[in-house]
Antibody, heavy 117, light 109 residues
Framework: EVQLVESGGGSVQPGGSLRLSCAASGFTFNSYWMAWVRQAPGRGLEWLASINLDGSETFYVDSVKGRFTISRDNAKRSLYLEMNTLQAADTAVYYC??????????WGQGSLVTVSS | EIVMTQSPATLSVSPGERATLSCRASQSVGTNLAWYQQKPGQAPRLLISGASTRATGIPVRFSGSGSGTEFTLTISSLQSEDFAVYFCQQYKDWPPMYTFGQGTKLEIK
């Protein structure tokens, strides 16, 4: 079964850091671009970052550029999102997604990140 | 950045009726347009890519049309499981800033 499972979410104070992980199974991980998408409570979807097959190219939305880092470990079939200098506006459910011709066919279950003092 | 605008924000339709959802792009995206369905507490699910191609396992009552800046998702005969929030997404931009619309909530009338 094709599956993405996120972990690492939780509560953090403003200015803090968190690292999300995403474990992939059921498909050839190193054959797909991967991405992170988030959804603030009651809001729409926001693409955050994408990474190419070997991790040599990364792309970010302006609102997280310089604060968030996407990375992957193909040997461990895992995707990561390092988040620093977190703000209240970063409170959201974070989804790990597999890119298929630039669309998101496979989604994780989501990991809730809450930034609050 | 390409801005995606969906209308209406909420659409009330009776089961068995047809629903038509709209999505407009701030500049042409060709047919690089996808539609997703999201139910409460669940991750989104891809319905349509390439503006009109149904994803694997998606019922034929879902159809997409349009190109350039104007797109439509039509659900021909609403079933109870179709009441959800629908998002459009463009994927024309490079570097990949694949923006989403704000969503249309399809509710039971």
């Amino acid at each position: 079964e094709v599956q993405l499972v996120e972990s690492g979410g939780g509560s953090v104070q403003p200015g803090g850091s968190l690292r999300l992980s995403c474990a992939a199974s059921g498909f050839t991980f190193n054959s797909y671009w991967m991405a992170w998408v988030r959804q603030a409570p009651g809001r729409g979807l926001e693409w955050l970052a994408s990474i190419n097959l070997d991790g040599s190219e990364t792309f970010y939305v302006d609102s997280v550029k310089g604060r968030f880092t996407i990375s992957r470990d193909n040997a461990k079939r895992s995707l990561y999102l390092e988040m620093n200098t977190l703000q209240a506006a970063d409170t959201a459910v974070y989804y790990c997604v597999r890119e298929d011709h630039s669309t998101y066919v496979v989604w994780g279950q989501g990991s809730l990140v809450t930034v609050s003092s | 950045e390409i801005v995606m605008t969906q209308s209406p924000a909420t659409l009330s339709v009776s089961p068995g009726e047809r629903a038509t959802l709209s999505c407009r792009a701030s500049q042409s995206v060709g047919t690089n347009l996808a539609w997703y369905q999201q139910k409460p507490g669940q991750a989104p699910r891809l319905l349509i890519s390439g503006a009109s191609t149904r994803a694997t396992g998606i019922p034929v009552r879902f159809s997409g049309s349009g190109s350039g800046t104007e797109f439509t998702l039509t659900i021909s005969s609403l079933q109870s499981e179709d009441f959800a929030v629908y998002f459009c997404q463009q994927y024309k931009d490079w570097p990949p800033m694949y923006t989403f619309g704000q969503g249309t909530k399809l509710e039971i009338k």
